[in-house]
């Protein structure tokens, strides 16, 4: 299909499918002549996978150049998947020392993480700005979202775990951890409606 | 102290202090001349937690002008506390209908909440988006995560219900909402690092 047919398709203008072409995001269609080109279904697929993260999931189009070449090129072995999926979320972050709370915490946790990986550092940052604002953010609470989020994480794992490809597993892992983060954020809201009901 | 000292305690630049005078989230000094005004500690815990909501919170300044409003007047009972902070944290936004998936999915996990509430209809909105981009979000998946959100619930209204007025519970909900938000995602992407090692 031509472009004009592309942005039909999927209900994006054409001068922002020139955009994502230009910023390397969309890949070019087949030339079918000096000033047209020929695209396809994984065309369809790729811009609404990037409308989406740039749209609903507010992600800069930097790193949705970084999320789509890790989709293009997976690891080959599961076992690098998810370092590599993180590295594409984090982007150039070199991070930062974590400090000794959130340290004692994952040691606490028994978590086998990476202490000086780029979300320890922004769980450090993230915490202390909590705290600045005045949000009652005890060690003790801390703790208990933690073993929440570790039931969220299992999800995240196993449904990368069940796809059928390196490909797919890929995609669970960065497109899940982006595009579910507001899905779990609405279900918080959500959940403090339910959870002070059932206290009344 | 001047507006110059309270730069100097807060951090934040005098040209940043009067644009938030400007727009009515910092209120105004005690007037001493016809050009100065004079600031107290209240003012420094204001800036503070301003800051910490459009920095690190990504809060814009209108919803900025709710939060800190609700926080002045909050609700003389605690039964109306969740909804008021939830108005504040919503805006405006009517609260389209919730697709039936999520209806089902409430009623399912039996939460006592407002189907026709805004985030019932960012729910739907968030899980739309998120299968759009090709997130493999099942509704296994989705009633999964939605229990680890509940456990997260729960600490929130714990911690408000804790706190010793209304106007600290206010803060509690609102506040920890917000600022706690980055600290969950964080905690999800470091608690995938171990959920993936522990299955490995």
Do not use: N
């Amino acid at each position: 299909m031509r472009i004009s047919q592309l942005a039909e398709r999927t209900g994006v203008p054409v001068h922002t499918l020139k955009y994502y072409l230009r910023e390397g995001v969309l890949p070019a269609g087949r030339a079918t002549s000096r000033t047209s080109a020929e695209y396809g279904e994984e065309h369809v697929d790729r811009v609404r996978l990037v409308r989406a993260l740039v749209e609903h999931g507010g992600v800069p189009v930097a790193a949705v150049r970084r999320i789509v070449g890790a989709l293009d090129a997976p690891p080959p072995s599961r076992h690098e998947l998810l370092g590599t999926a993180h590295s594409t979320l984090a982007g150039e972050d070199p991070g930062a020392a974590a400090p000794a709370e959130v340290v004692e915490l994952l040691r606490g946790l028994g978590w086998c993480t990476w202490e000086q990986g780029p979300f320890v550092a922004e769980l450090g940052r993230a915490v202390e700005a909590a705290r600045a604002a005045g949000a009652p953010l005890t060690p003790e609470a801390l703790r208990r979202y933690a073993e929440a989020m570790f039931a969220v994480a299992e999800v995240d794992v196993e449904l990368a775990l069940g796809a059928p490809s390196p490909e797919e597993a890929m995609r669970a892992v960065v497109v899940g951890t982006v595009m579910v983060d507001p899905v779990l954020l609405a279900l918080r809201r959500v959940a403090q409606e339910a959870a002070s009901t059932a206290r009344a």
